[in-house]
């Protein structure tokens, strides 16, 4: 059982960092807190988003990147973009760039009503 757990612990890690990507990950900068990385839907797909941290390892700006989206839904975006600005944070280090950059890619998974 101990194995079991502690390979789900790794595999969610591991899908954590392929949802974040960018600048951001290629320097190292540590998740602290990490946000749901998948919302439902009445249509799968995905919407990508282009953050900037500041240097205390918080979320300051979050743009839909429209060309990577593969949805068109309002409601759906804002909730994947509060969730992404309010929840998901950095490690705080000021060896860091002011503002740092990156991608967060959130799936959108289709439930049946």
Known sequence: MKTLLT????????????????????DGRKIVTTI?????????????????VNMDGKVTSCVLQKDESTIVSTPLM???????LTGLTFERD????????????????EHNE
Request: net charge positive.
């Open 7 to 26: 390979v789900f612990c790794i595999l969610s890690s591991a899908f954590s960092f392929t949802q974040v990507s960018g600048e951001i990950i290629n």
């Open 78 to 84: 804002m909730k994947a973009k509060n969730n992404i």
């Open 36 to 52: 749901p990385y998948t919302i439902s839907g009445h249509q799968a797909g995905k919407f990508v988003f282009k953050i900037t």
């Open 94 to 109: 000021y060896a860091f760039p002011e503002f740092h950059y990156g991608y967060v890619t959130i799936e959108v998974i």
